[in-house]
């Protein structure tokens, strides 16, 4: 306590609090002008697989053999309802010529279309001879910008050739039009998109923390603290993480951003109101505000270090992911979290002091002396003392009275939710997250109706023959297989002419789960092809390769599998030893752990009910159990800490069913305050245009929601009046110095 005492008093002193905000002032503005922001270093095509993936490896004997259709390709999807004209493709081949004569930005290759008569282009055509599907190969090393540019001059050439502007007519209508599809048009999309949201984002979290709080405190000083703490806590994690992205120490992309932003306020905001709501708490009873403020930080300090700490360690674990997505989340979380506590515990108590009582204006908490002077100093009547809320009254007071029902009911209906999640389909579809207008989208549609679906990425199988096996052969092989649509001739290596190369074309969504499964297939059909030509099963094992976008899902599938099996048991692991060292019980870690794990799953079930059953999603993204459960199970663990916390320091003082009574009475509120503001900063992301956010914010809202409404204040207290002192084991549950009246503070 003495030690809280002189930590309160160095950064919330009569002096102090105002070299404390000085300090972040300073801090701000060097940083800022010193290092570049994290949103200037962003790069959104960085590699996800590392460079022992199959996928990859196949990628790089593709540059080495086969340099001229090495690139990204972009799918040019022309239709016209009714058929397209011979002036249409006139104006395609004169496209392509020009082209070759004057590549566009970044462009690789394209075949030479250019050349050709328009009667071969004929043979071409979907069908009802309504579509056409022609290739612009882009440079891998560019990004999605890079390949915008290229795009963008691509369709100005488009506009000019044709006279009409294709790329803005409708696909349902009797004139031209033009998709850009592909990995090239899904890149740009998908940038766009989280590009596009991170303003969107941004304003509506704001506003949303900034109603809760003006709800729930009615003061417009007050409200502002905590967004204030957030904006200084960004204005140094920016700079912070800008300058470690251009050293090369980190890697960050758009989808990080978006999301940090979103941790920032909702549990930002979360610790500032548990300092917040204690210090409203001791005005009270405290006529001096000084006094007051050192007690609440005193009081509430370890708790809001503790929490952030948890969710600071929980988030580098995901520093142990191979797949680069995941590995580039670590850094930005638990960066800008662990900045945003330590302005929690400086910055925020530095603006309550400079603002002291009237941070709570117009409705200032005031001690009933301060009250009755108040009202006499106006000539008026004292006011009457409201009647002080029993310890065992309220949710407190039904916990205790009646646990055993209360873990029942709550069990069984988390219990009943979990049981959902196990139904879950996942998907490592990219275009199933983008609106259905969406123009890399609505290329593919057209492909997937006028062409094989698998037009749209196709596989390229490489096979380092030796001379012993001819490609007739395995052309024949390859086309004989059920999931194959169609197989190219081979192509021999311009290095080594023993490998050989087809292109093949699934008859499943390149990016479908389907497809992706033939990759192990389709690999094990060509070892055996080379085993039965006298390879070893060795030699066959490193003399075949698979590449393209199905490949690189395939190996992102196993490599998510892979981080997602790693690091959630170490998170666990992390969390209980870290409620070990702060409770020093084994029997209340393990409860704590349990009832976040059991609540994560039951989000999940809850999850699915909601985007399958309500929304009509089929599946939804691999990566949101992983993400998710890193979320829930940290920041869950905050509201446990903060309740617990309460609960033990009140033991001390009163018999353990009061204390637990009064801990869940006091800490009610504040909790719920806190759940309901970082549910509605996940629950933002719903509303963007993104199936993978749309999903993870509406699994991520309903875990939050589930621990402020049901774990935290009943089953959590609830196990903990069942266990008794058994709650402390192997600690000592010491009896209490001397008793208070129920709802006195501490």
């Not at 994690?237 to 890697?251: D, F, K, Q, V, Y």
């Not at 610790?271 to 708490?281: A, G, K, T, V």
């Not at 009250?371 to 100093?377: K, Y």
Request: charged share 15%; hydrophobic share 45%; with cysteine.
């Amino acid at each position: 306590m003495n030690r809280m005492s002189g930590y309160g008093k160095w950064v919330a002193g009569r002096t102090t609090k105002w070299i404390t905000l000085l300090i972040w002032i300073v801090l701000v503005g060097v940083l800022t002008l010193l290092w570049p922001s994290v949103n200037s270093q962003v790069v959104n095509n960085a590699q996800n697989l590392p460079e022992t993936s199959q996928s990859v490896r196949a990628a790089a004997v593709v540059d080495q053999e086969f340099p001229g259709g090495s690139g990204v390709p972009a799918l040019l999807v022309w239709h016209r309802d009714g058929g397209l004209s011979e002036e249409d493709l006139v104006h395609i081949i004169a496209l392509y010529g020009k082209l070759e004569q004057q590549p566009l930005p970044h462009q690789n290759f394209v075949p030479p279309l250019g050349q050709l008569p328009p009667q071969a282009l004929q043979a071409s055509l979907s069908e009802d001879r309504s579509t056409l599907v022609t290739p612009v190969l882009f440079d891998k090393s560019a990004d999605s910008d890079q390949l915008g540019e290229g795009i963008t001059e691509l369709k100005t050439l488009v506009r000019e050739e044709t006279g009409s502007d294709p790329a803005a007519a409708s696909v349902d209508s009797s004139e031209l039009s033009l998709r850009v599809s592909g990995p090239v048009g899904i890149s740009i999309d998908a940038t766009g998109l989280f590009e596009d949201a991170d303003v969107s984002l941004l304003i509506a979290t704001v506003i949303l923390v900034l109603v809760f709080l003006l709800l729930i405190y009615r003061s417009p000083i007050l409200a502002l603290i905590p967004l204030v703490a957030v904006g200084f806590a960004y204005g140094v994690t920016s700079p912070l993480l800008g300058l470690m992205a251009r050293e090369g120490w980190i890697t960050v992309d758009s989808q990080a951003i978006s999301i940090m932003t979103v941790l920032l306020f909702g549990a930002g905001t979360d610790y500032c109101l548990f300092l917040i709501s204690r210090f409203r708490q001791m005005l009270k009873v405290e006529e001096n505000k000084g006094r007051a403020l050192l007690s609440s930080i005193s009081h509430s300090s370890g708790a809001i270090a503790m929490s952030g700490f948890t969710v600071v360690l929980a988030l580098f674990a995901l520093l142990l992911a191979e797949y680069g997505a995941y590995h580039r989340f670590a850094v930005p979380f638990s960066v800008s979290i662990l900045i945003m506590g330590i302005a929690s515990l400086t910055l925020v108590p530095a603006l309550l002091a400079i603002f002291g009582r009237m941070s709570f204006f117009p409705f200032v908490p005031r001690t009933p002396q301060m009250e009755e002077e108040r009202a006499r100093a106006k000539g008026k009547p004292a006011p009457q003392p409201k009647a002080k809320r029993g310890g065992r009254k309220g949710i407190g007071g039904l916990v205790v009275s009646r646990p055993w029902t209360i873990v029942a009911v709550t069990i069984i209906g988390l219990g009943i939710l979990a049981s959902f999640s196990t139904g879950i389909k996942f998907t490592y579809d990219l275009l199933s997250s983008f609106p259905e207008d969406m123009e890399s989208r609505q290329g593919f549609d057209l492909i997937g109706t006028q062409f094989s679906p698998g037009e749209l990425a196709p596989a390229k199988l490489i096979v380092d023959t030796k001379g012993q096996v001819s490609g007739e052969d395995f052309k024949v092989i390859l086309g004989g297989l059920s999931y194959v649509d169609t197989v190219s001739d081979a192509q021999q290596g311009a290095v080594n002419p023993q490998i050989i190369g087809f292109d093949l074309e699934f008859k499943d969504n390149p990016y479908s789960l389907e497809a992706m499964s033939h990759i192990p297939a389709l690999l094990n059909t060509a070892e055996q092809a080379l085993v039965e030509s006298g390879f070893d099963e060795a030699q066959a094992h490193d003399s075949v390769w698979v590449s393209g976008q199905t490949a690189t899902q395939y190996d992102t599938k196993e490599l998510g599998e892979r981080d997602t099996d790693l690091i959630i048991p170490v998170v666990i692991g992390m969390i209980t030893l870290l409620l070990l060292i702060y409770l020093r019980s084994v029997t209340a870690t393990v409860y704590l752990v349990g009832t976040v794990i059991l609540s994560f799953f039951s989000a999940l079930g809850l999850g699915w009910i909601i985007i399958h059953y309500v929304l009509g999603a089929d599946a939804i993204q691999g990566a949101i159990p992983l993400y998710s459960f890193v979320f829930l199970v940290a920041l869950g663990e905050d509201y446990n800490i903060f309740m617990i916390s309460n609960i033990w320091k009140k033991r001390k003082v009163m018999p353990l069913k009061q204390a637990i009574a009064e801990g869940v009475n006091e800490t009610g509120s504040v909790i719920t305050s806190a759940g309901l503001i970082l549910a509605g900063t996940f629950a933002v992301l719903a509303s963007l245009p993104i199936q993978v956010l749309v999903q993870f914010g509406i699994i991520t809202a309903i875990g939050v929601l589930l621990d402020t409404f049901i774990v935290r204040p009943f089953l959590v207290p609830a196990i903990t009046m069942l266990c008794g002192r058994w709650a402390f084991w192997p600690g000592k549950h010491e009896e209490p110095r001397q008793p208070q009246p129920s709802g006195s503070a501490e």
